[in-house]
């Protein structure tokens, strides 16, 4: 299956190059999209090597993409997608989305995606901006439109010191969670 990975500017960024991992394990093709942010805690070049695939962490829409054909990047990366995940999922990342802006690589190939794609939110982020009303509104939002499901944060010591609900879903839930919306093998590769 060919799985589109978002990856967003918060410290468990580096959680999904182990995701990364299972996935290509797990026999997936997978690309990856970074927000700027991103790429402050884990290099393009680590997704590079991991998914043997070009990264993308600017929203091209002229010229020769990455993929050595398209004019229009964020269009064929959202067409080439059979499923998304986004680990992690950032609240700001998670508002623009809700807002429906294309501002950055990832929101712009999110926004193009053909509807029937399913997309995985595996927000992680501190207890108190988890459970912010606005953060909720804009879960339950996108929840609402049938195509995103959320994979809940679990409850643990978060990078702040702080001890609550906000850390990124453990790989083999976020793994158990593709498997049920798409039917792909969940597997244990990598243990």
């Known amino acids: 299956m060919r799985v589109l990975l978002g990856v967003t500017g918060g410290i468990a960024a580096y959680k999904a190059a182990d995701l990364t991992s299972r996935l290509i394990k797990l026999d997936h093709e997978v690309r990856v999209v970074m927000t700027q942010s991103a790429t402050t805690f884990v290099g393009p070049l680590t997704f590079e090597a991991l998914s043997g695939n070009p990264v993308m ?16 990047e964020h269009i064929s990366w959202a067409k080439w997608a059979e499923a998304t995940i986004i680990a992690p999922l950032t609240a700001s990342t998670l508002g623009r989305l809700a807002c429906g802006l294309a501002d950055d690589a990832l929101t712009t190939v999110w926004m ?17 901006m988890w459970e912010h009303p606005v953060v909720q509104r804009n879960l339950g939002w996108l929840e609402a439109l049938e195509r995103y499901r959320v994979v809940a944060p679990s409850h643990k010591r978060l990078a702040c010191g702080d001890v609550g609900i906000g850390g990124l879903a453990e790989i083999d839930e976020i793994l158990g969670a593709l498997a049920e919306v798409t039917e792909a093998p969940r597997g244990s590769a990598g243990r």
């Open 57 to 72: 962490t600017q929203a091209l829409t002229t010229g020769q993409g990455t993929d050595g054909a398209s004019a229009i």
């Open 112 to 128: 193009a995606l053909p509807l029937g794609v399913p997309c995985l939110l595996c927000p992680a982020m501190n207890t108190a």
